[in-house]
């Protein structure tokens, strides 16, 4: 999957503009693709598979809306089978079942390959974000890594919210072992002098643990605090050891 790619994965809806390279990228349709498209009885149906392949392709999601669609995809998708294009209005009338919408999202699943995720897949998302973790805490990155992974293992990603809570359970388990690592090495009376330096209060009133942790200010220059905390904290555990 190429990097730009990225920017589109997890999006719920169509684009409300769509460029050439966008159509042809994801709305253009291999030999098996026209083919099963081409066995739907109607045009409107047609239409509808097409669009639901195309927006998988493009997002890694199901498309569970047809209120925008933009001219030129609508078009473009007339073209591809060619056909006629349909109103709108003609296509939200086709969903009006839900069995129809059912049906052209699982053809579309089942054409490109995805899948809903499994426990199995889910605990080795969870032992992949953690080692992605130990690289990047931040959490926007570890969503975008998290869409990434889900679409090139051909599972439809899930919604933000619940990345998250994988998210949350990797970091969970790397300061689990990282406790345990510390604990391991460590002597007692160390770790005490170590939570208590951490646990001290700044001139500003934050203790010294969330002062560490917090992000960077809005017009701060980041790669000089970054410096400047990590020059802090080992200054503390140096003092803390003696």
């Given at each position: 999957?190429?990097s730009?790619?990225?920017?589109y994965?997890g999006?719920?809806?169509?684009?409300?503009?769509?460029?050439?390279f966008?159509l042809?990228?994801f709305f253009?349709?291999?030999?098996?693709?026209?083919?099963l498209?081409n066995a739907r009885?109607?045009?409107?149906?047609?239409?509808?598979?097409?669009?639901?392949i195309?927006?998988?392709?493009?997002?890694?999601?199901l498309?569970?809306s047809?209120?925008?669609?933009?001219t030129?995809?609508?078009r473009?998708l007339g073209?591809?089978?060619?056909i006629?294009?349909?109103?709108?209005?003609?296509?939200?009338?086709l969903?009006v079942?839900?069995?129809?919408?059912?049906?052209?999202?699982?053809?579309?699943?089942?054409?490109?390959?995805?899948?809903w995720?499994?426990?199995?897949?889910?605990r080795?998302?969870?032992?992949?974000?953690?080692?992605?973790v130990?690289?990047?805490?931040?959490?926007d990155?570890?969503?975008?890594f998290a869409r990434?992974?889900?679409?090139?293992?051909?599972i439809?990603i899930?919604?933000?919210r619940?990345i998250r809570?994988?998210?949350t359970?990797?970091?969970?388990?790397?300061?689990?072992?990282?406790?345990?690592?510390?604990?391991?090495?460590?002597?007692?009376?160390?770790?005490?002098r170590?939570?208590?330096?951490?646990?001290a209060l700044?001139?500003?009133?934050?203790?010294?643990?969330?002062?560490l942790?917090?992000a960077?200010?809005?017009?701060?220059?980041?790669?000089r605090?970054?410096?400047?905390k990590?020059k802090h904290?080992k200054?503390?555990?140096?003092?803390?050891?003696?």
């Amino acid at each position: 999957m190429q990097s730009w790619h990225t920017t589109y994965l997890g999006l719920r809806e169509l684009p409300r503009e769509i460029s050439t390279f966008e159509l042809q990228s994801f709305f253009t349709y291999s030999r098996t693709e026209r083919e099963l498209i081409n066995a739907r009885r109607s045009n409107a149906h047609k239409l509808g598979l097409a669009l639901h392949i195309g927006f998988l392709r493009l997002s890694g999601r199901l498309l569970n809306s047809v209120r925008i669609v933009p001219t030129t995809l609508w078009r473009h998708l007339g073209d591809e089978i060619g056909i006629t294009a349909v109103e709108l209005a003609s296509l939200r009338a086709l969903y009006v079942r839900g069995r129809t919408l059912f049906d052209h999202q699982q053809l579309a699943c089942d054409v490109l390959g995805f899948h809903w995720m499994t426990e199995h897949q889910r605990r080795a998302l969870v032992r992949t974000l953690r080692d992605e973790v130990a690289r990047c805490a931040d959490r926007d990155q570890l969503l975008v890594f998290a869409r990434r992974w889900l679409y090139q293992s051909k599972i439809l990603i899930l919604r933000d919210r619940d990345i998250r809570v994988l998210v949350t359970a990797a970091l969970g388990q790397l300061e689990e072992e990282t406790a345990k690592t510390i604990a391991a090495s460590v002597l007692p009376e160390q770790l005490v002098r170590w939570r208590d330096a951490m646990a001290a209060l700044r001139p500003d009133g934050q203790t010294q643990q969330s002062w560490l942790w917090s992000a960077p200010a809005k017009h701060s220059t980041r790669g000089r605090l970054r410096k400047r905390k990590i020059k802090h904290a080992k200054q503390v555990a140096t003092a803390a050891a003696a």
